[in-house]
């Protein structure tokens, strides 16, 4: 087998220097680098808001509003493209003949130049393009544009530039970088713009400053650069000094420790507690040598104790399965369960939470033509409550007799149950009989769920008869017996609350609400297809919820009413 080679400790930590060094670094390089940038955007931008400013408080709103109405009164929409032109340039020619119109083309352009600015230019931003009034630009500069040129938004232009129109004395800025954009290439740009305003306080163009920010980047480069070769200057002396004081003083005594647990690996276990190893350091690595002197002396002990204890958790783990077995041998669980009566139909199950349970349910013939039914739940779980539902099992069908009424069976029950009854436990139980001639149901209800009865062509309704008290919780306690018929093809289910209070991983409860409703779904089906089916309902709604309850049920079927036999007539007629 081929051994997978193990990096070395020291490596491993003068890479995590370098590393460190590293992100150190690139770290504090975008840093700077960024707050760098958003100073200096902040600077350029009150660079152009403070130019859009004072070109705006030059410029006389009313003026735009005369010059634009002056060629819109002469502007024919009908005419041809080559007329529209003629009309233009002859317009343009009448604006620079205007003292008033010259002298502020010339005022942008000087105030561009002295400033530094990109661009210089007044605006009217309409819904759908932007408007020229007056560009700050050179004659012959390329992309200049004159009174009446339509220039299209790009970018976020048409939101913040119609919102400085719209919303004069708001500080509007706008920062662009397109440098290499197949579309524009004005370059990285800090743009202001501010109302101009006429005599009515309205907002007739717009003055527009573009500073040009590209010496940021070049600075910004220059600036990471430096910063990094001073940064791996001193990241190499340190990362070398300090690398070897930790060798010394940590990867060594690690390197020895190491070593110690390799051969600790490859000695016997009897050799454990003669097993030491010395490091001399004078801190936490010394403790940690003395700690692992101390580990191998009781690690023997521990494996000692922990073979004696996994040999008894075997031993209890078969003594439960045996106990498993017992306690589901107890509960009847071959069906059919009368193979040679024909009158009615019976499943149960039980599904135990622990390896034994607390539930129980049982069937039985009290005599040829009564059938008693038992559905009961234990207090607690496992072992205990497992041994405790053993004897009120017992119990319950020892004294369920044809000449003693349900009631009275559970006075006695309930009695026999608190004479031993030192832990204090408890079973809420449902048992009922049948009598299989009249269809007459006889039960009694102690602290038990409510059964289910389904009438033939309705639907499964729950039992809402007053409960008596639990067995086993006081003495001399008095039971109530009820009574119901049933005809053919009635049905009746019982169960624990183990299925009604089944929980998902959401601890949302099962509820009487799904039960009636799975119930109602399987309500023409056989016993031991509705169970199945119940169940089944049950772990798609718990999903991989833990089951913390036992889950027990009983579907009874009254399929045919039997046939007095002529000593039951008898008796009936005397």
């Excluded at 003055?207 to 040009?212: G, N, R, T, Y």
């Excluded at 990241?235 to 600790?264: C, G, M, W």
């Excluded at 048992?431 to 009865?453: K, R, S, W, Y």
């Excluded at 199945?532 to 009983?554: E, L, N, S, W």
Aim: charged residues 25%.
């Amino acid at each position: 087998m081929k051994t997978k080679r193990k990096g070395k400790l020291q490596i491993k930590f003068l890479i995590g220097l370098i590393a460190m060094e590293i992100i150190l670094s690139v770290s504090l390089g975008l840093l700077v680098s960024t707050t760098y940038r958003n100073n200096m955007e902040n600077y350029y931008s009150d660079i152009a808001f403070n130019a859009a400013t004072l070109i705006s408080n030059i410029i006389d709103g009313d003026k735009i509003t005369e010059y634009v109405n002056d060629f819109k009164a002469g502007y024919d929409e009908d005419a041809d493209d080559e007329a529209k032109e003629e009309y233009l340039a002859a317009f343009r020619d009448k604006l620079k003949q205007d003292e008033y119109y010259e002298d502020v083309r010339l005022t942008l352009k000087s105030i561009r130049a002295s400033l530094g600015l990109e661009y210089a230019y007044v605006v009217i931003p309409t819904e759908e393009c932007q408007y020229y009034i007056w560009d700050g630009g050179e004659e012959d500069e390329e992309g200049i544009c004159q009174f009446g040129d339509l220039e299209d938004y790009y970018g976020d232009g048409y939101t913040i530039m119609r919102g400085a129109f719209l919303n004069p004395g708001e500080r509007t800025i706008l920062i662009t970088d397109d440098t290499g954009s197949a579309d524009h290439d004005y370059g990285y740009l800090a743009s202001a713009y501010v109302a101009i305003l006429g005599s009515d306080g309205k907002s007739a163009g717009e003055a527009c400053i573009d500073v040009s920010m590209d010496q940021i980047n070049a600075n910004i480069h220059m600036f990471v650069l430096l910063i990094t070769l001073v940064i791996v200057a001193v990241s190499i002396v340190f990362v070398l000094a300090y690398f070897f004081f930790i060798k010394h003083s940590v990867l060594k005594p690690i390197q020895d420790l190491n070593r110690a647990t390799s051969e600790l690996v490859s000695h016997n276990m009897d050799k454990l507690s003669a097993f030491n190893v010395k490091v001399k350091t004078n801190d936490e690595l010394e403790t940690l040598c003395d700690s692992f002197n101390t580990m191998a002396f009781e690690l023997q002990t521990y494996i000692t104790n922990l073979t004696t204890m996994t040999a008894e958790k075997e031993r209890i783990s078969a003594e439960l399965d045996v106990a498993t077995g017992i306690q589901s041998s107890m509960l009847p669980c071959i069906f059919p369960a009368f193979p040679d009566r024909n009158e009615f139909d019976i499943y149960a199950t039980m599904t135990p939470a622990k390896e034994v349970g607390g539930d129980f349910y049982d069937f039985f013939m009290v005599d040829n033509t009564h059938l008693a039914i038992v559905a009961a739940d234990v207090s607690g779980k496992g072992v205990p409550a497992a041994l405790f539902m053993v004897i009120g099992k017992t119990l319950i069908k020892d004294h369920t007799s044809p000449d003693c009424n349900l009631d009275k069976v559970f006075a006695v029950v309930n009695n026999l149950l608190c004479e031993s009854n030192s832990e204090g436990m408890f079973i809420t139980a449902y048992e009922c009989v049948i009598d299989l001639v009249t269809g007459e149901v006889t039960f009694v209800n102690a602290g038990h769920e409510m059964p289910f009865v389904y009438r033939q062509g309705g639907d499964f309704t729950a039992d809402t008869v007053k409960h008596s008290f639990v067995l086993a919780g006081m003495e001399n306690v008095r039971y109530k017996m009820g009574t119901f018929t049933i005809n053919e093809g009635d049905k009746i289910f019982q169960y624990t609350d183990g299925v009604t209070e089944a929980t998902d991983a959401n601890n949302q409860l099962y509820g009487m609400e799904r039960l009636t409703a799975v119930l109602n779904s399987v309500k023409d089906k056989r016993p031991d297809e509705i169970l199945p089916a119940v169940k089944t309902d049950i772990d798609k709604f718990v999903g991989d919820a833990p089951q913390f309850d036992d889950i027990t049920m009983v579907c009874f079927e009254f399929k045919k009413k039997m046939q007095p036999t002529t000593e039951q007539n008898g008796e009936n007629e005397q």
